[in-house]
């Protein structure tokens, strides 16, 4: 039997201001480092040992992913960063405050683009490439993603990287974003796609699955 624990990022400060904000790399707030850092105690307790932790490429995972391993006093651990741990990619929304496009959009259309399965988002006109991309070659950065688009390129990640050290024995920690972790639980519980919108995952709250040797799920909660 192994263990998965996975953990949205703290606040960040597009979270606060209410930004949409995807592939845009944001800093920890205050108290999302509070968060992080309460997530880690939480973790602590279980008294898990990990033999990875995996997260984004995004500061807000990387950050709140460091203060969980000094939490836990498991920073030795190897830790893979993967795009296809980054958030889902909000398009030509990006950088917009969300109260102010619902004003424009009304609420009805806002929700179709945050919380459908398969609804893209206005896409972007073009992408600069990032340089931290620069390795995985030209176009890795999406226009736009809807979470479909998301869940599929999550879960090569889930099946070459993290499935596997779990059919190991070994329990792994995973620390990325809402909608990308929505994406991971639509698979791990089987969501169907007109029920995924009610899925939530809330900032700096861990969630543990524990699985058998085949990785069904035994068990999951919300520490």
Same mark, same amino acid.
């Given at each position: ?13 597009? &979270?606060?201001?209410? =930004?949409?904000?995807?592939? $845009? ?28 932790? /995996? ?10 992913? &460091? =203060? ?15 795009? %296809? ?30 919380? $459908? ?8 006109? /073009?992408?600069?490439?990032?340089? %931290? ?6 176009? #890795?950065?999406?226009?736009?993603? $809807?979470?479909?688009?998301?869940? /599929? ?11 596997? %050290? ?36 809330? &900032? ?11 990785? &069904? #799920? ?6």
């Amino acid at each position: 039997m192994a263990t998965l624990v996975i953990l949205r990022h703290g606040e960040s400060v597009a &979270n606060r201001d209410n =930004i949409f904000t995807g592939w $845009s790399d944001v800093p920890l707030t205050a108290k999302g480092r509070q968060q992080a850092a309460a997530a880690g105690q939480l973790v602590a307790a279980t008294g898990l040992q990990f033999g990875a932790l /995996h997260t984004s490429m995004l500061q807000r995972a990387i950050v709140t992913s &460091n =203060i969980v391993l000094a939490a836990i006093d498991q920073l030795y651990i190897p830790e893979y960063k993967s795009w %296809r741990l980054n958030e889902r990619h909000y398009g030509a929304l990006r950088g917009q405050n969300k109260a102010a496009v619902k004003a424009r959009v009304g609420e009805k259309q806002i929700k179709i683009w945050r919380r $459908s399965f398969k609804t893209v988002p206005p896409l972007l006109d /073009h992408v600069s490439q990032d340089r %931290r991309y620069d390795q995985f070659g030209p176009h #890795v950065e999406p226009r736009g993603e $809807s979470l479909e688009m998301a869940y /599929h390129r999550l879960l090569p990640y889930w099946n070459d990287q993290i499935a596997p %050290r779990l059919l190991d024995g070994h329990n792994q920690l995973v620390v990325a974003h809402g909608s990308t972790l929505r994406a991971l639980i639509k698979y791990l519980d089987h969501v169907a796609d007109a029920d995924i919108s009610q899925v939530e995952v809330a &900032n700096g709250e861990p969630i543990r699955y524990d699985f058998d040797d085949r990785l &069904n #799920v035994l068990r999951k909660q919300t520490l």
